[in-house]
């Protein structure tokens, strides 16, 4: 059973850091791209960052951009997320995500296959 745990949420002053982590066990992920989506309350589900099976290609959504850094140890089948300067729109849901396949061209955001349950992080002003 292919499963992704996320772990790191909680709660934050603006200005301050979080670093989310998802654990991906049943199956490896090293030849595929992931990447961190999240849900804010009443809206959609957006793209946050995502990045290539060997972790040299990377994209962040431009919210975020200069403040959160995606990265991946695949020898511990793990990803990151480092979440720097949050601030109150940052709370929200943050879901670990994979793509089933590998990518011949590297795009973003992935098409996400699997999803982890979510971690909730919240960003007191």
């Known amino acids: 059973q292919v499963q992704l745990v996320e772990s790191g949420g909680g709660l934050v002053q603006a200005g301050g850091s979080l670093r989310l982590a998802c654990a991906a066990s049943?199956?490896?992920?090293?030849?595929?791209?992931m990447g961190w989506f999240r849900q804010a309350p009443g809206k959609e589900r957006e793209f946050v960052a995502a990045i290539s099976s060997s972790g040299a290609n990377t994209c962040t959504t431009d919210s975020v951009k200069g403040r959160f850094t995606i990265s991946r140890d695949n020898a511990k089948n793990t990803l990151y997320l480092q979440m720097n300067s949050l601030k109150p729109e940052d709370t929200a849901v943050y879901y670990c995500?994979?793509?089933?396949?590998?990518?011949?061209?590297?795009?973003?955001?992935?098409?996400?296959?699997?999803w982890g349950q979510g971690t909730q992080v919240t960003v007191s002003s």
């Open positions: 049943g199956r490896t992920f090293n030849n595929n791209p």
């Open positions: 995500s994979a793509a089933s396949r590998p990518l011949k061209v590297w795009r973003c955001p992935i098409e996400a296959d699997y």
